[in-house]
């Protein structure tokens, strides 16, 4: 694991390692460079596998390719098998040197035969060729810059903000899709000059000339009826697939462990290790304390760790986290409203104090049916066929019934989302499900000035993966939408940045590219039987797992965001959406941000979300556009209490 970074062009000596300067998170072990005339590839380090020889860059038998690489490899012993076969000679143990001799032997194709997680740069110098590559799912990360016959990449966009020739413009139209979704898309940054390397694709830079190809993509949905297995067989087909995937998963020179939610998927995980390893197993959770108990899964995770006799740790997380704030938009680079953010920092904080690789669980509830808006998409299809004068009562019996609440479950929340947009046709049904903000809301939220500024479509990745759909069924196509977008996109860039910022790899067996093509043969019914979310995944894990944490409802890795702004986060929140804040950066009407405050610290609606979306865009803009460390006030010395 490690941070890349590079250039093709001409650039100055100081360049490089201003640039590996930036990344030394994500490498502290080592760091390297190569430069020779028109390029040059930097990496820093987090030693995994091959402690003592997997040092980069590195170099072919001749020294003519050269190649800085970002992640893991997990079948990297079975290429090496076939390519010493071949005649290629080894001089290390290291994954990095098999994607360098396959890179010899397919060329840009390599990529296709890879299982993992990686980003990596390749110099071909017989070709004057500079290869980028970005695994399936985009686990890991690449932005580029290319102005004026120079090409920077890096591992995080700081790196690229070390040349003083990046600009800082806003990009508006990721800023649209920000205010929408609370990431950025996958193929634009926050900054108007920086672009991402999108997932599952490749990028030349060859004789001036820059070039996308895209290697792989979800596979094509079956035909209804056309169910390859029985529920039987299909709940021993994804457990044997993740008992493997978890097992690739374990190679590693350094201490590793686990982050257990107490969910089913982090749960089936540990099971999964029990069964391939003897080795102990390291497990860590973090719980909210008895205050905010729907958010809390703390004794869900011990029945897993007593069950599989872990070496469980634990970490309480306290609600005075305005001092963690700046910290993660630091390691973000970008405007990002997934407050689970706070909590994966927290957690994987607690872990590298103790290993520094972990598995987690993420993945699973996009390739196992985990969200609830998956049963939405079966309601509402029947929800939308009941004659208007008899939906207008059920409508009003749900505001009186349901009343907005603080917990992990606001059903109140819930249910005005649903009914407000049912009879959307799918999907944008769905869509609307997943956004912060919506068009109306966005019309009377965003100045003029602001709004003249969009104009591209913010919506069409998902109706992209939804076309694609399979066994006509509209579930199937709500979970492609899912894994093209709110995965790669928001999830696996939070597990990156906030495990990174703590020099922890991070590694997730739900991600892993054959078991989501296993997974997406199935039928939606099959994984989601009676409405049931996960009833596939617990029927192949109900022998070995504890009964309560099979049963029990699913929390999420969420913080009592809304109970914390209308307590112990409200002078932050108060500061960052003052209106002679929002007057200056001229974004926003203040009146329609004051409305979405008043209502939410009233308790007439739950706006934490969207609050949130706007703190952390202003908090970012003036880290990284008003150039001041700013300190948030109520900032607290100590942030967590530890036990164990």
């Not at 970005?134 to 290319?146: E, Q, S």
């Not at 409508?395 to 019934?401: K, N, P, S, Y």
Request: overall charge negative; charged content about 25%.
């Amino acid at each position: 694991m490690c941070g890349i970074a590079g250039y093709g062009g001409h650039a100055s000596p100081e360049l490089l390692p201003a640039m590996l300067a930036t990344l030394r998170h994500r490498g502290p072990d080592d760091a390297g460079t190569h430069e020779e005339p028109g390029v040059g590839l930097g990496m820093t380090r987090l030693a995994i596998i091959d402690l003592s020889a997997g040092r980069q860059p590195m170099a072919n038998e001749d020294g003519s390719i050269w190649i800085v690489f970002n992640g893991e490899i997990y079948n990297h012993r079975l290429l090496r098998h076939d390519l010493e076969a071949k005649g290629h000679r080894f001089a290390t143990q290291s994954d990095t040197e098999a994607i360098l001799h396959l890179y010899e032997d397919m060329g840009e194709e390599c990529v296709e035969a890879l299982r993992g997680m990686f980003a990596f740069a390749i110099w071909d110098r017989p070709r004057q060729r500079l290869l980028l590559a970005r695994d399936r799912l985009g686990k890991k990360p690449l932005y580029y810059w290319h102005r004026n016959g120079l090409f920077l990449f890096g591992s995080e966009i700081k790196a690229l903000l070390a040349h003083p020739d990046v600009g800082r413009d806003l990009d508006h139209e990721a800023l649209h899709h920000y205010l929408a979704f609370g990431y950025t898309p996958a193929v634009r940054s926050i900054f108007a000059e920086v672009a991402k390397l999108p997932p599952a694709h490749t990028a030349t830079l060859q004789g001036g000339r820059f070039m996308l190809r895209r290697y792989w993509d979800l596979p094509p949905g079956r035909p209804a009826g056309e169910n390859p297995t029985t529920p039987g067989e299909a709940t021993e087909r994804i457990r044997y697939a993740l008992r493997e995937a978890a097992r690739l998963r374990l190679e590693s020179d350094v201490p590793l462990g686990v982050f257990l939610s107490g969910g089913i998927d982090s749960s089936a995980i540990v099971a999964c290790m029990r069964e391939v390893s003897n080795q102990r197993i390291a497990t860590f959770s973090i719980g909210f304390g008895r205050a905010t108990p729907s958010f809390d899964e703390l004794p869900y995770a011990r029945m897993v760790a007593e069950r599989f006799d872990t070496d469980h740790t634990e970490e309480i997380l306290e609600p005075r986290v305005a001092d963690l704030l700046p910290t993660i938009i630091h390691h973000f680079d970008e405007p990002f409203a997934d407050s689970s953010a706070i909590p994966t920092f927290a957690i994987a904080q607690a872990t590298a104090r103790h290993v520094k690789v972990a598995l987690s669980g993420i993945g699973g509830d996009e390739t196992f049916a985990g969200y609830p808006r998956y049963l939405g998409v079966r309601l509402s299809n029947g929800y939308g066929r009941l004659p208007r004068w008899l939906r207008n009562p059920v409508t009003a019996a749900l505001d009186r019934m349901l009343p907005e609440s603080d917990g992990s479950a606001n059903w109140g929340n819930r249910a005005r989302r649903f009914v407000r947009s049912a009879e959307l046709p799918m999907p944008e049904r769905y869509i609307a499900w997943t956004r912060f903000f919506s068009d109306a809301d966005l019309a009377a939220l965003a100045t003029p000035a602001l709004r003249a500024r969009w104009s591209l479509p913010i919506e069409d990745p998902h109706h992209t993966a939804y076309a694609a759909r399979g066994h006509d069924d509209p579930v199937d196509g709500a979970f492609r939408i899912d894994l093209a977008t709110y995965l790669p996109n928001d999830l696996l860039v939070m597990a990156d940045r906030m495990s990174m910022a703590h020099s922890l790899e991070l590694r997730a067996p739900f991600c892993d590219h054959l078991l989501i093509e296993e997974s997406l043969r199935i039928s939606p019914h099959m994984k989601m039987p009676g409405l049931r979310l996960k009833g596939l995944l617990k029927a192949a894990f109900a022998d070995i797992l504890p009964s309560p944490v099979l049963s029990h409802r699913k929390q999420g890795f969420m913080i009592p965001l809304a109970r914390w702004l209308r307590t112990d986060l409200r002078d932050t929140m108060e500061d960052l959406l003052a209106p002679e804040r929002l007057r200056e950066r001229g974004l926003f009407e203040p009146q329609a941000v004051n409305a979405l405050k008043l209502e939410h610290l009233n308790g007439i609606r739950t706006h934490s979300d969207r609050l949130w979306t706007l703190m952390m865009l202003e908090l970012w803009a003036r880290q990284y556009l008003d150039g001041g460390n700013f300190l948030l006030p109520c900032q607290a010395p100590e942030r967590f209490q530890h036990a164990v």
